[in-house]
């Protein structure tokens, strides 16, 4: 059974930072290129950023320079840590596994990040 486990959401005041992870188990971790996307109220989900399975990465204009994407394929674990938050950040953030060549997806649940003062 493949699980796809978010941790690390919360509140933050804005400029500051956040860490959320996503644990994986039930895959071949190495095999997927990861990603995060996020859905606001009210909007579209959203690719925030992805790392392939050779870990190259691509994030979304809106949060270069500020978010960095990274995976840990001895943990099974991809994070993504997000600096200088903003309130148009507050969305929740779901984790994506991609495999990359068959391109099956598995969804986490999503964990909720507000930026507010």
């Known amino acids: 059974q493949v699980q796809l486990v978010e941790s690390g959401g919360g509140l933050v005041q804005p400029g500051g930072s956040l860490r959320v992870s996503c644990a994986a188990s039930g895959i071949i971790f190495s095999n997927y290129d990861m990603g995060w996307y996020r859905q606001a109220p009210g909007k579209q989900r959203e690719l925030v950023a992805i790392?392939?399975?050779?870990?190259?990465?691509h994030y979304a204009d809106s949060v270069k320079a500020r978010f960095t994407i990274s995976r840990d394929n001895a943990k099974n674990t991809v994070y993504l840590q997000m600096n200088s938050l903003k309130p148009e950040d507050t969305a929740v953030y779901y984790c994506?596994?991609?495999?990359?060549?068959?391109?099956?997806?598995?969804w986490g649940q999503g964990t909720q990040v507000t930026v507010s003062s």
């Open positions: 994506n596994a991609r495999h990359q060549t068959t391109f099956r997806v598995y």
């Open positions: 790392i392939s399975s050779g870990s190259s990465t």
